[in-house]
């Protein structure tokens, strides 16, 4: 490189320095709220129950907000009501894109179970009330004023940042991350991924840990089919279908599956025990032991059911059918298993040994042809993205720490890993001891702490804003 073009790059590097070296990190956050909530709220109160969906609703409140201040969109739709949004910022190019996701299609209702409209977005007591509020549309609302602030600010990006709103995350995933991955994959490829699955706990109002889910589970729904002769209900038969299909299923809820530990689990629960009390923290420690092992399994099959789950491939009897009138045998009865498998489980091995626990030839396993998401190998620790996520959890809540964790349900971040994305979950503040109070994701009265909308959009921006902007250029003041 000769003399003259060394100095014409190094007077364009002082010019953007000069250009930029206003910019700061820091937001005034407490003037940025009120617009944030009326976002939040907005979102919730547009019904995207799924089916049928209408996403494109969503869309069609969020590309104006974001094209009036300059933020390029594209719309991808499979079905013209089903669309998706993808805005971008545009960096320079020195380092791969970071998307931030949410999905803006909700699950049903039944209002009669509703002490609130669940598309009301009713504020009451430090809570916002409704459909979506946690699933998924505080992700949509953080990602949504990020991208705004990214541009009000100036921020000088060394990276695109691409803000996806998708359809069909709730079980149809063809009008969405599916298709966006297998039709319009140039638009959103990227190195990182922020979107939903993990979350912040809090317990007694103190902050412990950040879980930052770094791989999940994978659905693999499953069916036992039981098989016998027909006849009359007078005339009891002992190859009775109902009856072999309900000892069938008596032995597979009896059956505790293997455990197993994986390199996000084993650091989970060695970070997990250092901030719990001496009992709990023994059991973390102890759970791999062959002599301790077994009791403290049972212990979380009792009372830490996610500690139970995301040890193992685990098997949930969801749905039975059989018979059609009371005085007839049926030829034939079935059951649905949600099975949620380990990443790296070999299926036709388990398949195998649930046939040899079950053995009865008479009943049939019969796997779903496809997993409705990929496996995928799990996103790493040390790249910069998690380090950026610890270093958030640190700034703003100091005495606590960060957990990488496993999902046990599903998110639209499998489908993102398994294009070799390194893509993480996050999630609100939620208090440890009301989680099963009700009001959590799908539940009834559905709803989100106010304060934990603003802290988790206040996270993700930190945590952007450190992988995606110049370091010459970044203050945290």
């Known amino acids: 490189m000769g003399a003259c073009v060394r100095a014409a790059l190094l007077c364009l590097g002082l010019l953007a320095l000069c250009e930029a070296g206003t910019w700061r990190r820091a937001i005034d956050w407490p003037q940025i709220e009120p617009e944030l909530l009326g976002y939040f709220r ?28 300059g933020i390029s969109c594209q719309v991808f739709a499979l079905e013209k009501s089903r669309a998706n949004l993808v805005a971008r ?31 009301g977005a009713t504020l009451r007591e430090g809570f916002v009330i409704g459909r979506g509020t946690v699933d998924d549309k505080s992700h949509v609302a953080a990602g949504l004023m990020t991208m705004l602030l990214l541009k009000r600010t100036g921020a ?72 016998g002769m027909a006849g009359h209900g007078s005339q009891p038969r002992l190859d009775n279908a109902i009856t072999h299909l309900a000892a069938a299923l008596v032995k597979v809820t009896q059956w505790q599956t293997p455990a197993r530990l994986n390199e996000t689990t084993r650091i989970y629960f060695q970070r997990l025990a250092r901030i719990s009390p001496p009992e ?30 995301i040890l193992r491939t685990s ?23 949600d099975i949620r498998a380990l990443p790296d489980e070999d299926m036709p091995r388990f398949y195998a040994q649930l046939r040899r626990v079950i053995d009865d030839p008479s009943i049939e396993v019969a796997p779903s042809a496809d997993a409705l998401r990929p496996a995928a190998p799990a996103s790493r620790l040390d790249t910069d993205m998690f380090h950026a996520l610890e ?86 003041k």
Do not use: C
């Open 42 to 69: 907005a979102l919730v109160q547009i019904d995207t129950t799924n089916p049928p969906g209408n996403e494109t609703r969503v869309v069609n409140y969020l590309r104006p907000i974001l094209e009036r201040e």
């Open 89 to 119: 910022l545009k960096g320079n190019g020195s380092k791969r894109p970071v998307i931030i996701m949410g999905h803006t299609d909700v699950v049903g209702v039944d209002r009669a179970r509703w002490k609130f409209d669940p598309f």
């Open 156 to 227: 000088p990006l060394d990276r695109d940042v691409i803000f996806i709103a998708e359809a069909g995350e709730e079980g149809t995933t063809k009008f969405g991350i599916d298709y966006l991955v297998a039709e319009h994959w140039d638009e959103i490829a990227a190195e990182y991924a922020l979107a939903e699955g993990g979350e912040t706990a809090a317990r007694n109002g103190t902050v412990r840990y950040s879980e930052i889910t770094t791989t999940e589970k994978v659905v693999r729904r499953t069916r036992l089919i039981a098989h």
């Open 280 to 309: 709990e923290a023994w059991r973390y420690q102890h759970l791999a032991d062959a002599d301790k092992g077994p009791a403290i399994q049972r212990y979380f099959a009792e009372h830490e059911l996610e500690h139970y789950s």
């Open 315 to 337: 098997i949930s009897p969801t749905v039975i059918r059989g018979g059609f009138r009371n005085n007839v045998i049926p030829s034939e009865a079935e059951a649905e298993l």
């Open 391 to 476: 270093h958030a959890q640190q700034r703003m809540w100091p005495g606590a720490i960060t957990l990488p964790a496993m999902v046990t349900g599903a998110t639209d971040l499998a489908q993102l890993r398994a294009k070799g994305v390194q893509a993480y979950g996050f999630g609100p503040v939620v208090d440890e001891q009301g989680r099963d109070g009700g009001g959590g994701p799908h539940s009834d009265d559905e709803r989100l702490r106010e304060s934990s909308l603003y802290e988790m959009t206040r996270f993700l921006w930190s945590a952007v804003t450190e992988v995606a902007v110049s370091p010459m250029l970044t203050s945290t």
